[in-house]
């Protein structure tokens, strides 16, 4: 039971070095009118392991947070893709 508990908490301590979490910016050029940010959120807020999004329809762009354990930037520009906006991930 002890050696449980102590697993446990080192679980807990480890846990942010196994979850990879890495921001990417998609740019995402056909995004035009209010609504666009709104459909791109929800697509991408569909992908398992997407943590954030901040779309900006001035920028042409999405920035996403994401457990590249649980999904990859490939999958959040199929997503967006798939609801219309094809999208790149930007350098
Ligand atoms: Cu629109």
Redesign the pocket.
Known sequence: MRKLIAFAALAAVAAPVWAATRTVTLSIPS??????PV?VKEALSKVPGVSKIAVSLAKKDAVVTFNDRKTTAAALTKATRDAGYPSTVEP
């Open positions: 995004m035009h009118c209010a609504m666009c459909t």
